[in-house]
């Protein structure tokens, strides 16, 4: 019996031991306070430097956006350029060879190069040219804006053929209804 007297005294000092050095509710919710307070300040670190990111990130999509428009200018301002050169390389050759030259080209191309030309030279032109490819350009410069000096003149002057004028006056009747 001595010995699980012994033992029991052993385990009972050892439970009131344990009992002491348990913490009270107090500690405890103080301890979970601090860890929490702990966890409130790593979170709103995180939050500044993931806002420092987003307003870099906005700082570099405004400065290419910018760019963007940039260049996109820069390449109207070019393309500008290329077509008045052609226009004027338009201007300088004889009326029959030019005209051959626009039976083979891009429509689109060709209405901007028109548009940059003198409107009696390029009339004068375009009395050569195959009269479906006149129509197909002349649609084309009402469609991206282009009917300027150009079709007004050709349209009073009657440079071209009545099919082609026909279907100028509709395009422009079109247009007025828009």
Same mark, same amino acid.
């Given at each position: 019996?001595? %010995? ?34 702990? #966890? ?8 500044? %430097? ?20 940039? #260049? ?6 070019? %393309? ?20 051959? #030259? ?77």
């Amino acid at each position: 019996m001595g %010995k699980i007297r012994k033992i029991f005294l052993v385990c009972f000092v050892v439970l009131l031991s344990f009992s002491y050095a348990q913490e009270s509710p107090f500690e405890e919710i103080q301890k979970q306070i601090q860890i929490l307070e702990k #966890l409130k300040k790593e979170i709103e670190l995180l939050i500044k %430097k993931k806002e420092e990111i987003l307003k870099k990130y906005n700082q570099t999509l405004k400065a290419l956006k910018e760019e963007e428009k940039r #260049l996109l200018n820069l390449e109207k301002k070019l %393309k500008s350029e290329r077509y008045k050169k052609l226009a004027k390389a338009f201007e300088k050759m004889d009326p029959e060879q030019a005209a051959n #030259l626009i039976n083979n080209m891009d429509p689109e191309l060709l209405a901007y190069i028109l548009y940059n030309m003198k409107p009696a030279k390029a009339g004068e032109i375009l009395q050569y040219a195959n009269p479906q490819k006149v129509d197909i350009v002349l649609k084309k410069m009402v469609s991206l804006g282009l009917d300027s000096e150009l079709l007004k003149s050709l349209i009073c002057k009657e440079k071209l053929d009545l099919n082609i004028t026909s279907n100028l006056n509709q395009i422009s009747i079109n247009r007025g209804k828009k």
